[in-house]
Nanobody, 130 residues
Framework: EVQLVESGGGLVQAGGSLRLSCLLS????????IGWFRQAPGKGREGVSCITTSDGTTWYADSVRGRLTISSDSAKNAVFLQMISLEPEESALYYC???????????????????????WGQGTQVTVSA
């Protein structure tokens, strides 16, 4: 059974840091692109960052570039999102999602449109207080 389980969310003050983890089971991440998305109440799901684990290619949304770092650990079958200098407007439910990389979707996955991602976790809540 394919599962993605996020952890590491919590309450942090503005300017603070958090490290989110996404533990994957049921498949190995080596042929996948893994993305982090976030969704605040009343808003759409926003792509934040993704990584293609086979070659380490990463992508970041402009709003987070320089403050968030995505990484993967094949031995742990996990992907991480280190977040620094967090802002209150970044409070949201953070999800990780995965998609097997194929010739059809390889570039589309970097658009971070949610429909390109097949498997989703339940999310971890990040709350940034002012």
């Amino acid at each position: 059974e394919v599962q993605l389980v996020e952890s590491g969310g919590g309450l942090v003050q503005a300017g603070g840091s958090l490290r989110l983890s996404c533990l994957l089971s049921g498949f190995t991440i080596d042929r996948y692109t893994i993305g982090w998305f976030r969704q605040a109440p009343g808003k759409g799901r926003e792509g934040v960052s993704c990584i293609t684990t086979s070659d380490g290619t990463t992508w970041y949304a402009d709003s987070v570039r320089g403050r968030l770092t995505i990484s993967s650990d094949s031995a742990k079958n996990a992907v991480f999102l280190q977040m620094i200098s967090l802002e209150p407007e970044e409070s949201a439910l953070y999800y990780c999602a995965a998609s097997l990389v194929t010739s059809t979707n390889a570039q589309e996955l970097y658009t971070m449109r949610p429909h390109w991602y097949d498997c989703w976790g339940q999310g971890t809540q990040v709350t940034v207080s002012a």
